[in-house]
């Protein structure tokens, strides 16, 4: 039932982040450019809608799908980790109009884009894995 229940909310999601022309490189080159804000529209409206959806599901007490209590654990802040992995975030993805959304989308609408980016991403994963020892914690 898990599975169906997040196949349903990926397709919405994919749905809306397409309607939104979430996966646009020409509306997100508009952000980096500060010409819209169409993006930061929809960012914003993205981090209101999370946080009204967990103050209603941590208000009326209602339990995850594995029916733990729901909880925000702070992470520490790292000023150098955090500094650093922006930086590389937003220079992928402004060189490449895409994060990890709709890298999926640019796929399914088969652009090819969409496989040169996704093979990116892993590259990235798997090199972050190698090093992840490495790194102060």
Not at 12 to 20: K, Q
Request: positive net charge.
């Amino acid at each position: 039932m898990k599975i169906i229940l997040t196949l349903i909310l990926g397709f919405l999601f994919g749905n809306v982040l397409i309607a939104s022309q979430a996966f646009s490189w020409f509306r997100i080159q508009e952000m980096f450019h500060f010409d819209s804000f169409h993006m930061f529209g929809l960012l914003f409206s993205a981090i209101g809608t999370a946080a009204l959806s967990l103050f209603i599901l941590k208000k009326f007490k209602i339990k995850s799908v594995n029916g733990n209590e729901l909880e925000v654990k702070p992470k520490p802040t790292q000023i150098p980790a955090n500094v650093i992995g922006g930086l590389l975030f937003g220079l992928g993805w402004s060189i490449s109009g895409a994060c990890s959304a709709p890298l999926y989308i640019l796929i399914g609408m088969h652009w090819q884009i969409g496989l040169i980016l996704f093979a990116g991403a892993l590259v990235g994963t798997f090199l972050y894995g190698s090093i992840k020892s490495k790194l102060p914690h």
